[in-house]
């Protein structure tokens, strides 16, 4: 069983502060994946990375495929309210499934 | 294009009780996912369809859970009956075949709360 581990669980900063979020399992996984999902709403997709060692960029987003393909990690610089949600890990594995980690809550306080 | 839709978008239910969700997904997309996701937890899958056959039902509690998708496009998912431990949001997601990627479309989901 593929198991993606998040961390932290909870984080809650002032608006204009920088923070990472990780996102950690023993399994490759062929594409990783990072959603956000807003209370009363389903997750929508942020980036897909595919290639160990990948970076991609969002605005004031920064994500990571680690290399050796089993790890991933979310950046947000300057975080303002608006980035407020529940940020969710997955990777992407057989039959185009994905495992999804137990997501970090992000609180940004004005 | 329209999203995923799902019905309804909240339900109580006493234990033991039966409820059925529906769900709509994107036009043309032949694939679709049922995922419960427990309050603090990440979705974790039920069920996966290709048009109207199951790929993959290995982690749903067949005792008391059903789903179907009969002409390949609208799915229902069914509890019946209900357990407390049931209480969750359930949500549906769609894609197409032709995607090279793992990416979904999720609807909104049904909070289910079983008192």
């Known amino acids: 069983t593929q198991l993606l581990e998040q961390s932290p669980q909870f984080l809650s900063i002032q608006e204009g502060e920088n923070l990472t979020v990780y996102c950690n399992s023993s399994?490759?996984?062929?594409?990783l994946q990072w959603y956000r999902q807003e209370p009363g709403e389903g997750p929508v997709l942020l980036v897909t990375?595919?290639?160990?060692?990948e970076v991609k960029k969002l605005k004031r987003l920064t994500f990571q495929f680690g290399d050796a393909r089993k790890d991933s990690s979310l950046h947000i610089t300057a975080a303002q309210p608006g980035d407020t949600g529940l940020y969710l890990c997955a990777g992407g594995g057989s039959a185009r499934q994905l495992t999804f980690g137990s997501g970090t809550q992000l609180t940004v306080l004005p | 294009e329209a999203g995923v839709a799902q019905s309804p978008r909240y339900k109580i239910i006493e234990k033991r009780q039966s409820v059925a969700f529906w769900c709509n997904p994107i036009?043309?997309?032949?694939?679709l996912y049922w995922y419960q996701q427990i309050l603090g937890q990440g979705p974790k899958l039920l069920i996966q369809f290709q048009n109207n056959g199951v790929v993959d039902d290995s982690q749903l509690p067949k005792d008391r859970f059903s789903a179907e998708r009969l002409k390949g496009v609208d799915s229902t998912l069914k509890i019946q009956p209900a357990k407390l431990e049931d209480s969750a949001v359930y949500l549906c997601a769609s894609r197409k075949i032709q995607d090279a990627g793992h990416e979904q479309y999720f609807g909104p989901g049904t909070r289910l709360t079983v008192t």
């Open positions: 399994s490759v996984f062929s594409s």
């Open positions: 036009s043309g997309h032949a694939t």
């Open positions: 990375v595919v290639t160990g060692g």
